[in-house]
């Protein structure tokens, strides 16, 4: 906190009285009221309302279906973060080692982090188009018939294509201005002692990053847990059946689609608690890196 | 060493061409007929039907979009752009300043409380929230669209970072000088936080614009459709119709991206400056 400060009995609360509202009223009421109707059972055409315990949580938690989901998740998780952030680490690091047109690649390769999720979709849907997809046509000369939003594994691979195409950019400036910081000295120290480059990136550079890939890794599970929604709405195109979802998509579908309140409530405390845990991780991770520097 | 470099290039321009090749590729297909495209597939060529495919899509009342306009979806989406990106910088300042400047005995409270809205995403309460909505009568209004948005304090820490690299000696002799609370904000921290708020100003904007789940859960009145939100209502008649739109299609999707990528484009370092910084 600072030294200097006004003394002033009323007007700290009245310069964080907007912001306070706005989340009592945004932010804690409907995560309490998520909390509160996780443990009942609601009639869907508002007829009162039964106690039920945990019985939603028991039933999102036996279900095969919801299961089915979490794994796709996991594996839609795992797959789009890696790649994402693979491929936005390679071109961070040709896009430091060239001088000439460095800023023009530069330039390239960030514009597309400004283009929405869905917008990203809908793009996706129209190159994986059956009739006039050039993704499907270049599918065929390799023989693979390709059915997005038929075909469960077809589907899988569009969905994590267009979000990997998403996140790249976001990696990719992280990456490249991590590696803009490593200092000149280091680098020249590198190339003497290694000269394989190959060598100088696992032995040098790979554990300089370590700090920004891992604060990577954190917000690239949440990007393929949340904002993929967009995506993923438009290619499942409101028919989830036999196509694959994620678990906030699933929330969305039972609470909206299927007015299964308790059931939806349920399952959004289940993703809370996940989230929790995953920044509690990150929080415990940024401040052991506070030290470091 | 030459064959190296030569390599470098070769990987960064495939990258370029798989990133940017799908969103030239979507402007070009959108200067071509619905029906040209229905034959030769997707174009890489100009089509020369460029004027007549967006003005049917900017003042064509119907059609896929029933009774809103793409020129109305442009302005409500910088509506919602703008007033999420203004709103969010003078709430977070605000409580910045509150949260910095001024000792007070429940700050350490209202801190955990604002940090604790940086958890949880608004899709994990999106129905209870979508009920509290309801219960305040604002759904189907840009207040309902926007603020419930700003219930997140991203801003606030990012200002409150900054508020703190500001030296103690700049508050001490404005207090010399007589200033009070009020005129040594707006005088000194304001115009002190002008490239900050810049940056902000993007991000915000960028993803106020993207917005997508809210939008469509809060508003059922198409005059307050945005343009990210319209594609759902163009996929709604993709099935249905004997030859898709396709060229009104890409030029939707084009228009939705056109002002965000533009806006980081030409704003580059000050975007980059806000987003390594805030995020970390």
Do not use: C
């Amino acid at each position: 906190m600072k030294r200097v400060q006004f003394n002033s009995a009323l007007l700290p609360y009245l310069f964080v009285l907007p912001q306070m509202a706005i989340i009592v009223i945004f932010f804690y009421w409907p995560s309490a009221q998520a909390i509160r109707s996780s443990f009942f059972l609601e009639d869907p055409f508002g007829f009162g309302e039964t106690f039920v315990g945990f019985d939603n949580y028991v039933d999102a938690l036996t279900s095969s279906y919801y299961l089915q989901v979490a794994r796709f998740t996991v594996i839609f998780t795992i797959i789009v973060t890696f790649l994402s952030l693979t491929l936005g680490l390679l071109l961070a690091s040709k896009a430091d080692d060239v001088i000439r047109g460095s800023s023009s690649y530069k330039t390239l390769l960030i514009s597309v982090y400004a283009i929405a999720p869905p917008v990203a979709g809908l793009l996706g849907m129209m190159f994986f188009d059956q009739h006039i997809g050039p993704f499907v046509k270049m599918a065929s000369w390799f023989g693979w018939d390709m059915k997005v939003g038929i075909n469960y594994f077809d589907t899988t691979f569009a969905m994590i294509t267009v979000a990997v195409w998403k996140q790249i950019p976001y990696n990719f400036i992280f990456f490249l201005s991590g590696l803009q910081s490593i200092p000149v000295s280091v680098r020249e120290a590198a190339a003497i002692d290694n000269r394989s480059r190959l060598g100088r990136f696992w032995t040098v550079t790979l554990p300089l990053l370590a700090p920004t890939a891992f604060f990577l890794l954190i917000i690239n599970m949440t990007y393929s847990l949340f904002d993929t929604f967009g995506i993923i709405d438009v290619i499942v195109k409101d028919k989830a059946a036999n196509n694959p979802i994620t678990l906030v998509y699933k929330v969305y579908m039972d609470g909206f689609r299927g007015n299964d309140i308790g059931g939806s409530a349920a399952q959004s405390v289940i993703l809370m608690i996940i989230v929790l845990a995953l920044t509690f991780f990150q929080f415990r991770f940024i401040e052991r890196r506070v030290h470091y520097n | 060493m030459h064959r190296t470099k030569l390599i470098d290039h070769i990987i960064l321009l495939f990258g370029v061409f798989f990133m940017i090749g799908p969103v030239f590729v979507a402007f070009m297909t959108s200067t071509h007929t619905a029906i040209d495209v229905h034959i030769n597939g997707l174009q890489v060529s100009w089509g020369g039907d460029f004027v007549a495919t967006y003005k049917e899509l900017l003042t064509r009342k119907g059609g896929f979009t029933g009774e809103v306009t793409g020129a109305r979806m442009v302005m409500n989406s910088f509506i919602l752009g703008v007033g999420f990106a203004v709103g969010k910088i003078v709430l977070s300042m605000l409580a910045a300043y509150g949260l910095v400047y001024f000792r007070s005995r429940f700050s350490t409270l209202f801190f955990w409380m604002i940090f604790t809205t940086l958890l949880l995403p608004l899709e994990v309460r999106i129905l209870p929230s979508y009920d509290v909505m309801t219960k305040l009568g604002l759904i189907n209004t840009y207040t309902g669209l926007i603020v419930p948005l700003l219930a997140s304090a991203t801003g606030t820490f990012f200002f409150r970072q900054f508020f703190k690299s500001v030296p103690d000696e700049l508050l001490e002799a404005a207090r010399i000088d007589g200033a009070g609370p009020f005129k040594f904000f707006i005088d000194i921290l304001v115009p002190l936080s002008k490239t900050m708020i810049a940056a902000i100003f993007i991000i915000m904007f960028v993803y106020g614009w993207n917005q997508y789940l809210w939008p469509m859960i809060m508003t059922n009145d198409e005059s307050f459709y945005t343009l990210v939100r319209g594609i759902k209502q163009i996929l709604l008649v993709w099935v249905g119709s004997q030859i898709p739109e396709y060229n009104q299609a890409f030029a939707l999707a084009v228009l939705a991206m056109l002002p965000p990528v533009l806006m980081v484009v030409i704003f580059q370092s000050w975007f980059i400056k806000g987003l390594t910084e805030s995020d970390k």
